[in-house]
């Protein structure tokens, strides 16, 4: 995406910081829902996917990073945890 993008995050980071507040544009989400099996009749024959923006998912996905590279430099969650970890499962 550019210098120019990455600058552009770099201020919307640094904006959502300082007020508390995410831009209204990221609070909003799709909701598809797709069929389990043919001719869904029941709510439970549906499962749904939520679609957010572009930039929402790229703001996401920073934070989540740096979350997980906090935790993991300091031993916060034990070495038996398996359960959402990235690399992990059961």
């Not at 549906?46 to 989540?64: D, M, N, Q, Y």
């Amino acid at each position: 995406m550019g210098n120019t993008a990455v600058k552009v995050f770099k201020q919307l980071g640094q904006q959502i910081y300082e007020t508390g507040k995410w831009p209204t544009d990221f609070l909003q989400t799709v909701i598809i829902p797709l069929e389990k099996k043919p001719n869904a009749t029941e709510c439970s024959d549906f499962r749904t996917i939520s679609l957010l923006g572009h930039a929402a998912k790229v703001l996401i996905r920073v934070l989540t990073k740096r979350i997980e590279a906090k935790v993991n430099a300091i031993n916060h969650i034990r070495k038996d945890q398996f359960g959402f970890r990235k690399g992990k499962g059961t």
